[in-house]
């Protein structure tokens, strides 16, 4: 049994808000390690809207910290 199959048979049985919480936990380890689907579309927003966030109105932002 590989370890997905594992990670299936032991939140299987789980009450839904506990696996839930487990399914929370794949999204975040997804998204930390650059791995959510929501990456690439960040990525692409990004690049899209370089040219409306490069402009000299905008310059004032680009003072702000970084969060």
Do not use: C
């Not at 794949?26 to 927003?45: D, I, P, Y």
């Not at 690049?47 to 932002?61: G, I, K, M, T, Y």
């Amino acid at each position: 049994m590989n370890t997905a199959e594992q990670i299936y048979h032991s939140v299987r049985p789980l009450p839904e808000p506990l696996a839930s919480e487990v399914l929370d936990f794949v999204s975040f380890l997804k998204e930390r390690h650059g791995l959510a689907e929501t990456s690439n579309l960040m990525a692409a927003q990004a690049q899209s809207l370089e040219a409306a966030w490069a402009n000299d109105a905008d310059e004032v932002w680009n003072v702000l910290p970084a969060v």
